[in-house]
């Protein structure tokens, strides 16, 4: 899979999944080893009475600092001192595939780079470490008042989060950012160091990191080598860091206690029973309809031969997660018993509220929540259908200079000065972007245009200037200079005049379609908030009738996730928890001659000098869900032992609900991923670093306490 994936974009923004991951919630009491926890409120009393731990200040601190953030969507920690990076392929294969070309296809042969110097840079990639947490709720909040409108409420909360971030990030040269928990009830301001000199350092053939394919994604047993290896750099060598996770020896055995240190991408677990309701019957589905649309254009385009299989392959393996992913979240979420537990908590929390005189104006929230997700599902549909790589970049480029004329505080949050280092490393990307590829999915996006709209609708006449979508797409491909990042760069920095006199044709479609765009976001904004509003109010009642010991929603904010290791029951069989590497060739064998099954000639040429008894990938029952991908597995004394890569079938409900039955987390036992590079990769340079502390260019690196 790829949890990762699931949380990443898979071409367009559906209406639906802006206003879902737009709203923070809070959740239910946690019960088993439920929880995606803050680090600064881990769950100590839990843990201690449950598991017999308690971590440490320095414990916790240590792991945060040892663990990092994707700007693509997904997690990592150092494993070394000289800046080594552990993720999952699938979170680097955004990178892989950039670096990529056709004479040599990194994701096919894989790479290994002998020597620091033959390291590759990846040409847009942004890591992040957390280094500070500060609570700023009272300043927020004091920005709204009960008075405002809505629309008067998003501007006055934008604007005093972007004075935060603005002057923050002026203080301490760090980015910093303002995450909203709990419904809008707690602000927190979270400061990163920035890594933007990231090279690729090892990453195995596709074939062995997404072995099994579509077929087995979100399945168990899995066989999967979903590992990678990058280096941060800065002033021209490898980064020197304070904090790296120790690659523990002995691994874990069943039961044991772990921990997951990522960045869980977006839970609503606060949903109400309409919403939830909505969700699953009417979003999701829509959703799903998108992802169909999109993986049979993919899979169209990936016939016209091996280049354009290899130039399309990525974009293809997301939309098919993320299309297993959302089967999977309404299949749960049509399972009687999943609402039936909401139905009993929601309507116990409603009895307490409506007992308690002043508590009970706050039931009112719940019908403003249902109202809200009906809103939602109208709006389905109602937004400019992307897709194309280059308008995407012509469209930032055109909102960028209209919103760089208004002060920080009052632009859209993506524009804020605050974040605009890592907008523009993105942006100035000089990543490849295929011209048959954009066209093919630029025409697409025309015609779904047109078909949402109309052929006789004013906007989509202006768009197509006359011409079928197909040819109005391979018109602006071919008469586009956006190919180029250096033209972008022209453009955003000649502001509003040399964006209003391109006669790029990129540029004009984008410029067309702004005002609508803007009157979507506007009318998705004002839901955001109304819905920001009434789980306000209904957070507040949890808190009044429950307390507040409770976990916050997940919001690509760095969390603490832990569980046991362990085996679970399915159609009457016992699933183990572990696989094997000698499994995976004997899983080979029984899909003989299928697709995705092949292990690569590395493997095939080693098998016997392989040990067939090492743990491959294993189980837990900590909760995770998309973002997750590539989080360090740690053990009690926080050295890693696993690298989550997946979730198994049942557990994409998670971002509704949280089951221990059956849900778990999947990762790579990191004695698979050593042995690998031992035996496999020969990759003795990095054994040595990891497993010996060995400094890149020589000499020791004690583990830091």
């Not at 006359?466 to 972008?488: H, I, N, Y």
Request: hydrophobic letters at 45%; aromatic letters at 6%.
């Amino acid at each position: 899979m790829n949890l990762s994936q699931l949380f990443r974009s898979v071409g367009r923004l559906v209406p639906v999944a802006i206003v879902l991951a737009s709203i923070p919630l809070a959740v239910s009491r946690p019960f088993a080893d439920e929880g995606m926890w803050l680090f600064n409120d881990l769950p100590r009393m839990q843990l201690e009475k449950r598991h017999g731990f308690s971590p440490t200040d320095a414990w916790a601190d240590h792991l945060r600092l040892s663990s990092v953030r994707f700007n693509s969507g997904g997690s990592a920690s150092f494993v070394s001192r000289d800046g080594l990076v552990l993720t999952n392929h699938h979170v680097g294969v955004d990178t892989i595939a950039k670096l990529s070309t056709a004479d040599r296809d990194l994701l096919a042969d894989g790479f290994l780079a002998k020597r620091p110097e033959d390291e590759i840079k990846a040409p847009d990639l942004e890591l992040n470490q957390l280094i500070a947490i500060r609570d700023v709720t009272a300043e927020v909040k004091a920005a709204v008042t009960g008075a405002m409108s809505p629309d008067e409420a998003v501007a006055a909360r934008r604007a005093k989060i972007a004075e935060i971030e603005s002057r923050e990030k002026k203080a301490s040269g760090l980015r910093s950012d303002v995450i909203t928990l709990y419904g809008g009830n707690v602000y927190h301001l979270y400061q990163f160091r920035r890594f933007t000199d990231v090279r690729l350092v090892w990453a195995p053939e596709r074939a062995i990191a997404f072995f099994g394919g579509d077929a087995d994604n979100f399945e168990f047993p899995r066989f999967d080598l979903d590992a990678c290896l990058f280096r941060v750099w800065e002033e021209g060598r490898p980064a020197r860091v304070e904090h790296f996770l120790e690659w523990s020896k002995r691994g874990v055995a069943e039961g044991d206690l772990v921990f997951v240190s990522g960045n869980p991408g977006r839970t609503q677990r606060l949903l109400t029973v309409d919403a939830l309701k909505e969700a699953r019957d009417r979003q999701l589905p829509f959703e799903m309809e998108a992802i169909r649309r999109q993986e049979i254009l993919l899979q169209q385009f990936s016939l016209g031969g091996d280049e354009a299989a290899r130039r399309a392959k990525d974009r293809l393996f997301g939309v098919q997660n993320g299309r297993k992913a959302r089967s999977g979240a309404i299949e749960g979420l049509q399972i009687p018993g999943l609402l039936e537990r909401k139905v009993i908590e929601e309507s116990g929390l409603k009895a307490a509220v409506g007992a308690d005189d002043s508590l009970r104006p706050l039931l009112s929230a719940w019908d403003a929540a249902a109202a809200n997700a009906r809103a939602r599902s109208r709006l389905l549909g109602a937004g400019i259908p992307g897709g194309s790589r280059l308008l995407r970049i012509a469209q930032t480029i055109a909102q960028l200079v209209e919103e760089d004329a208004k002060p920080s505080g009052e632009r859209l949050p993506e524009y804020a000065d605050a974040g605009r280092e890592s907008l523009l490393l993105s942006l100035y990307s000089p990543a490849p972007i295929y011209a048959d590829l954009e066209t093919a999915v630029m025409a697409d996006a025309i015609a779904e245009l047109l078909e949402r709209r109309g052929g006789d609708d004013p906007l989509c006449a202006r768009v197509l200037d006359g011409l079928s979508p197909r040819d109005r797409a391979a018109a602006a491909v071919a008469g586009t200079k956006l190919f180029d990042a250096a033209e972008r760069r022209r453009l955003v920095e000649g502001g509003r005049e040399a964006v209003a006199a391109s006669k790029d044709p990129m540029i004009r479609i984008a410029r067309l379609v702004d005002p609508e765009a803007r009157r979507h976001r506007a009318n998705v904004d004002e839901l955001v908030e109304r819905d920001r509003q009434a789980y306000d109010r209904i957070a507040k009642a949890r808190f009044a009738v429950r307390g507040t010991a409770d976990y916050p929603d997940a919001t690509f904010s760095l969390r603490l996730a832990f569980g046991q290791v362990r085996g679970y029951r399915e159609q009457g069989r016992d699933v183990p928890a572990w696989t094997t590497i000698g499994g995976g060739f004997d899983h080979a064998a029984a899909h003989a001659g299928r697709e995705d099954f092949e292990m690569p000639a590395s493997w095939v040429k080693k098998r016997a000098v392989l040990d067939a008894a090492t743990p491959f990938n294993f189980v837990c029952t900590a909760d995770i869900i998309g973002g997750n991908s590539g989080s360090p597995v740690v053990d009690r004394e926080g050295r890693l032992v696993g690298l989550i890569f997946d979730g198994n079938i049942q557990s994409l409900s998670a971002g509704f609900v949280y089951s221990e039955e059956q849900s778990r987390a999947v990762a790579v036992d990191a004695r698979a991923i050593l042995h690998a590079l031992e035996v496999v990769y020969a990759a003795d340079r990095l054994v040595a670093e990891i497993v010996g502390g060995e400094a890149v260019g020589g000499g020791s690196a004690p583990r830091s306490q």
